[in-house]
């Protein structure tokens, strides 16, 4: 008795997997057929020129900002374990466009990026704080700042370094 309604459950299964299967492939033939005829129909002056793309082969055409820092590295030397330090990196809009910085984020939460959240013109100067608290931490300390905007690649990478003593 056991033997049939497992085997009887097993057909169950089996059937409901088979119905499954076949109805999403219907659905990837029914969108894989939709978007080839969408890309047949897009020319290549249809493409969107967006200059926060991965891509590295897309060229951008027209005023761009472009994010120059006096240095993308500080190092605070050799510091007390417990010390709060800041550091202040300037940077200037060298680019003919507004620039505009969507994010500051730190690789640990024990650094703690500010950034000016109104756009920065073309030929002005910006200032990206960073307060790393060394707390609980010993030894050497490196941390990358990665800051988002609108810049061509759109990720500036900045790093913080240190020696919290024992």
């Known amino acids: 008795m056991k033997t049939r ?3 009887a459950l097993l057909v169950l299964f089996g059937f409901f997997a088979t119905v499954s299967c076949d109805k999403k492939g219907e659905n990837n033939t029914a969108t894989t057929n939709h ?3 969408t890309a047949e129909d ?4 249809d493409l969107i020129n967006n200059p926060n793309t991965a891509n590295p082969e897309v060229v951008t ?4 900002p472009v994010m120059s820092f006096e ?5 605070f030397g050799d510091i007390k374990p417990g010390d709060v ?3 202040t990196f300037n940077f200037k809009n060298t680019g003919e466009a507004p620039l505009i910085i ?3 984020t730190a690789s640990c939460g024990c650094t703690v990026p500010s950034y000016p959240k109104e756009p920065i013109a073309p030929g002005q100067s910006g200032k990206i704080d960073v ?3 060394s707390k609980g931490k010993t030894g050497q300390q490196n941390k990358q700042i990665s800051i988002r905007s609108n810049t061509q690649p759109n990720i500036t990478e900045l790093t913080i370094k240190t020696n919290i003593l024992q």
Do not use: C, M, R, W
């Open 102 to 104: 969507e994010s500051a």
């Open 42 to 45: 897009l020319s290549a002056s």
């Open 85 to 87: 330090v800041k550091h």
């Open 5 to 7: 309604l497992i085997y």
């Open 61 to 64: 055409t027209g005023p761009a």
């Open 71 to 75: 240095k993308y590295e500080h190092d």
């Open 35 to 37: 978007n080839e005829a």
């Open 131 to 133: 307060q790393f608290d």
